[in-house]
């Protein structure tokens, strides 16, 4: 458990951006994470977990701790559902595909999400009409001045649209180490009405699908719209779908009649973001190695050498953009750090 110095952190971020950490560590243990808090007291610290929901500007002037926890466990089960806990390090595809292969509902619709279960409560997940909070039980974290472990059930971490506790009251208070899931084995819930499932789930003659023909229809339409991070650095959904009022809405679909919208209350309406985007016409448009993905408008990518500094200074125009031509504020999904 060796503290590194100006250790790079390029291939620990999805967009694959050039940056060092002052130091570095990585812990695989519940152990060693409370020995590395403990030995370094005082310190300014960075947790890292996938790396795929942030964007690096500048070097991180910290001690950047690594979550590498491993282990997924079948903590309780019934003969309908079983309580499943994966250690905050485990790879969230990698473990949906898990949960798929024994039959376990309820997470598929989140397939193919980049990142890791750590950081899964904390931004509250959500695809295709699922979110993290429909099935997470509870999560285990350590505070981080006391290296105290508690139990957060699904009521405390205070759920909101890509919102947490954790993004809030007790941001930087906590780190998470493992996250403990209600799955379904018997009559699972089948969500296909979001997006183009149903499309895609027709195209394979599939008429009444199981959860592995669900998360192989989502594989199916993520691989076609969304750029893998392997190949081309990107942090999947830049920005968070914008809720509005609907009397704004209604102003802006007497303009905009073609105007995609899920309608959220009676007094609320959410407009794709990359609908905004694209009629904005930054739909894959490059500024020299930052660039906007071609199928999907929602994806900042970086071509090879963009800088943070180039990809937020994207994202900003983007936003000024929808923001005059809409009246529409669309903030950013991605930690900008």
């Not at 309820?106 to 899964?120: A, D, F, R, W």
Request: include cysteine; hydrophobic fraction near 40%.
């Amino acid at each position: 458990m060796e503290i590194l110095k100006n250790y790079p952190l390029k291939d620990l971020n999805t967009f694959g951006i050039a940056a060092n950490a002052k130091e570095f560590v990585s812990v695989t243990t519940i152990e060693e994470l409370a020995i590395v808090l403990k030995e370094n007291e005082g310190k300014k610290l960075f947790v890292l977990g996938g790396g795929s929901n942030m964007l690096l500007t500048q070097d991180i002037d910290a001690l950047v701790i690594h979550v590498n926890l491993k282990g997924i466990e079948v903590v309780s089960q019934d003969d309908n559902t079983a309580n499943v806990t994966a250690m905050a390090g485990e790879n969230w595809h990698s473990f949906v595909q898990y949960c798929i292969a024994q039959n376990y509902g309820g997470i598929e619709n989140l397939s193919l999400i980049p990142g890791n279960v750590g950081t899964t409560p904390i931004q509250n997940i959500g695809a295709y009409g699922v979110e993290i909070k429909d099935t997470m039980v509870s999560c285990l974290a350590m505070e981080i001045s006391t290296q105290t472990l508690r139990t957060f059930t699904n009521a405390e971490c205070e759920f909101g649209y890509r919102e947490s506790i954790f993004k809030g009251a007790l941001k930087g208070k906590y780190i998470i180490v493992s996250v403990t899931f209600g799955l379904s084995k018997t009559n699972h819930k089948i969500h296909t009405a979001y997006g183009d499932i149903v499309a895609e789930l027709t195209k394979n003659n599939i008429t009444s699908p199981t959860i592995k023909d669900v998360s192989n229809a989502i594989i199916a339409i993520r691989s076609s719209k969304l750029p893998d991070p392997k190949e081309l650095g990107n942090s999947g959904s830049f920005f968070k779908n914008p809720v509005i009022s609907k009397t704004q809405f209604d102003a802006l679909y007497k303009k905009h009649p073609t105007m995609p919208h899920y309608v959220v209350s009676d007094t609320e309406i959410k407009v794709p973001a990359g609908w905004l985007i694209e009629q904005s016409g930054f739909k894959g448009s490059r500024f020299g190695d930052a660039g906007v993905h071609a199928r999907q408008a929602l994806v900042l990518v970086n071509y090879g050498n963009a800088t943070g500094q180039e990809l937020l200074n994207l994202s900003e125009k983007i936003q000024q953009t929808v923001f005059e031509n809409y009246g529409i504020a669309i903030e950013a999904e991605v930690n900008v750090i």
